[in-house]
């Protein structure tokens, strides 16, 4: 009988060690497994800050090759025009030279290159310069720059406050005709923020210290109307 129960004693003692060693595998893989996951979680976020913090960014469709503005025509001239969609005085540009500036690509005269600095981020308390630049970045990705920077303007906020929303940004880019789903999440996602950086450092390299600021061939136009840009064009065309 005490034969018999030892070897039950020891069968039972046994079966206890290969159940203990069994949950400490299970531990053992589980905590693995959780490292794993911060590991990768920790390289997704490290590679994210590093891509932000060495001024990395994705030019939309359209910009060009140095990625600091969307290009609009192919004309033997070029016009730079920097503009801050917050900008008041930038408004009143697009008001009164806006369409010169339209019929000089049309006619083949000219291409522009559009700069959207974001400079006026000290007056929003949402940083709606640099929120509208990038929105107009997902905007060139959908196709439809122009008609969303014309919107932005036509519907520009005051100084000084909170400005237009994500959702508002959005709901002007559907009126101009872009996609709610893809150019919503460009906009939430602040896709373009990072190329919005990049636009607003090369042109403070640039010299540029205010908005708007018209070049044509790199000569800046002092007083933007739709008579000196013209001019400007037709002689530096010549």
């Known amino acids: 009988m005490s034969s018999r129960k030892g070897r039950k004693d020891a069968a039972r003692v046994v079966r206890e060690q290969l159940a203990r060693e069994r949950r400490r595998k299970r531990t053992l893989w589980v905590s693995i497994g959780?490292?794993?996951?911060?590991?990768?979680?920790?390289?997704?976020?490290w590679s994210v800050w590093s891509s932000q913090s060495s001024g990395e960014f994705t030019a939309p469709p359209g910009a060009t090759e140095d990625g600091t503005g969307i290009v609009v025509g192919s004309g033997p001239v070029t016009i730079d025009v920097y503009e801050d969609y917050l900008c008041p005085a930038c408004k009143?540009?697009?008001?009164?030279?806006?369409?010169?500036i339209e019929q000089l690509v049309s006619d083949g005269k000219?291409?522009?290159?559009?700069?959207p600095v974001a400079y006026l981020n000290r007056f929003s308390s949402t940083e709606y310069s640099t929120r509208s630049s990038a929105a107009?970045?997902?905007a060139a990705e959908g196709?439809?720059?122009?008609e969303f920077s014309k919107a932005l303007f036509a519907k520009q906020p005051p100084e000084n406050g909170a400005q237009l929303s994500n959702d508002e940004l959005i709901d002007i880019g559907v009126e101009v005709g872009l996609n709610r789903d893809s150019f919503g999440s460009c906009v939430r996602d602040g896709k373009y923020k990072p190329w919005t950086a990049h636009v607003s450092e090369e042109a403070t390299r640039a010299n540029v210290t205010g908005t708007p600021t018209v070049l044509v061939n790199d000569e800046q136009v002092r007083e933007w109307t739709p008579e000196n840009i013209t001019a400007a064009v037709e002689a530096a065309g010549r």
């Not at 959780?34 to 976020?45: K, P």
């Not at 697009?94 to 369409?99: L, P, W």
């Not at 000219?110 to 700069?115: E, M, S």
Request: proline share 0%; charged share 10%; with cysteine.
């Open 143 to 146: 196709g439809k720059f122009t």
């Open 110 to 115: 000219a291409r522009v290159v559009y700069h």
């Open 34 to 45: 959780a490292v794993a996951v911060l590991v990768v979680a920790g390289l997704i976020g």
């Open 92 to 100: 009143q540009f697009e008001q009164t030279s806006g369409a010169t």
């Open 136 to 138: 107009s970045g997902c």
